[in-house]
């Protein structure tokens, strides 16, 4: 008898993800099981449940979703759940905590049409937060020097100093961005920018950003009004304007959706799937080939 795919959705929210759950039923016939307020020292018994009710050749039937609005909560309940296993029982498990690795993955890849990511020179606005971090990881990682700012110099110095440690070899800086006349200087040299902050805040005046030289093409992650870079509409999909390439939050959007739906069905075809922003970046560069 087939086993039934079921997905174990661990949040550390006070609310499981409605968005998580959604998508994770739209993309692939499962159970859904929510938990919701877990905590690191939560995760082994919950784990430990998923691993010992089935055997070793029914074990890819069972995964382990991670969710939650902070990044660095959900890479804890990572580490915490791949403590869990040994020999063959173990679990497939993603971790997109904040949508933050799926939604990265599909701006970098959105970017990566327009420009050499190699070659590219990138600030990433409003880059401590999760969606931020994960940007300027990946763009260090395909080689490109970024920038990561900031209103305050301590998060961007220490977000960036993150990713350094985590990327071997790359340029990644923490820039302080208290207001919008200290951005003209740091579009100069800039090939990339994108915006990840959050809901509803304008990081980047339009009169800006049209005067810059080099910058070629600009991403808004942001989809509620006003936007986070004036002059961009959600539903830009590589619109062009004043030479300068352009994606909404929706543009991008379509993407991440393919990649987010992509990777929960990736984690039921084996029990050894670890799909982190690395992993799910290469699941989005197999779509966009």
């Not at 679990?91 to 690795?101: E, Y």
């Not at 606005?125 to 990682?141: D, F, H, K, N, Y």
């Not at 994606?247 to 992509?262: D, E, F, P, S």
Request: proline share 2%; hydrophobic share 45%.
């Amino acid at each position: 008898m087939t086993k039934s795919n079921i997905l174990i959705q661990l949040d550390p929210d006070s609310h499981a993800s409605v968005f998580d759950a959604l998508v994770a039923v739209d993309s692939t016939e499962l159970q859904l099981l929510q938990y919701h307020d877990v905590a690191t020292e939560q995760v082994e018994k919950l784990v430990h449940g998923a691993m010992f009710t089935r055997g070793p050749q029914d074990l890819r039937h069972t995964a382990v979703f991670i969710g939650g609005t902070d990044v660095q909560q959900g890479e804890a309940l990572l580490e915490a759940t791949l403590r869990c296993f040994f020999g063959p029982l173990r679990v497939s498990v993603m971790l997109d905590a904040n949508g933050a690795n799926t939604t990265a993955a599909a701006a970098v890849l959105a970017a990566a049409k327009h420009v050499e990511l190699s070659q590219c020179r990138a600030l990433v606005l409003a880059g401590t937060g999760s969606v931020g971090q994960r940007v300027g990881r990946l763009l260090a990682s395909q080689g490109a020097v970024v920038k990561l700012a900031s209103r305050t110099a301590e998060r961007a110095v220490a977000a960036a100093q993150v990713i350094s440690d985590a990327v071997a070899g790359s340029s990644v800086t923490g820039v302080r961005v208290a207001e919008s006349s200290q951005l003209p200087n740091l579009f100069d040299e800039c090939d990339l920018v994108v915006a990840a902050g959050a809901s509803g805040v304008q990081l980047l005046p339009q009169e800006i950003w049209q005067a810059s030289d080099s910058l070629k093409v600009l991403v808004d992650l942001n989809a509620v009004a006003p936007a986070g870079i004036e002059g961009i509409d959600v539903l830009d999909t590589a619109r062009v304007v004043e030479g300068k390439v352009t994606y909404g939050a929706i543009g991008v959007g379509g993407l991440k959706m393919k990649i987010h739906k992509a990777a929960l069905s990736r984690l039921f075809e084996s029990n050894d799937q670890v799909l982190n922003v690395d992993e799910i970046y290469a699941i989005g560069e197999s779509l966009t080939d």
